[in-house]
């Protein structure tokens, strides 16, 4: 069977060719620990499927007006292996796959910032100058 062709790396200006992604120098996971090392063990798995229990809808689609299921408990403000911020409740946010993985490690204003300008330019772009 044919092997699909190579790509650009997707980091922006990298002209290395690679199957999937990023290239071996740009993949950011490659000296990154595993999950339970970064402190998502069975525990955290727990909570969290009890907290998506509780909180089902994403909260940064329910910023600009979507509904989307929630898939996983993002971190409003990131943690960086700081136990405490990881487990304090009033810093945990649902979120689809899709906005957890846009928001990454930024913190939460910052990220709804990015949806604020996002929504607005969809909107210029579709229904011309926002009034006054």
Known sequence: MPYAPKRPCTKPGCPRLTDTGRCTEHHKD?????????????KWRRYAKRYLRDHP??????????????????????????QRLLWDASNHRPAC??????????????????LDHDRIQSYRETDGPLEG
């Open 57 to 82: 809808l994403c909260h940064y689609c329910a910023h600009i007006g979507r509904t989307t299921a929630a898939a996983c408990v993002d971190h409003a403000q990131p943690h960086k292996d700081d």
């Open 30 to 42: 490659k000296d990154r620990p595993g999950t339970a090392a970064r402190g998502y063990d069975s």
């Open 97 to 114: 796959i899709k906005c957890n993985s846009r928001k990454g490690d930024k913190d939460e204003l910052s990220y709804l910032a990015r």
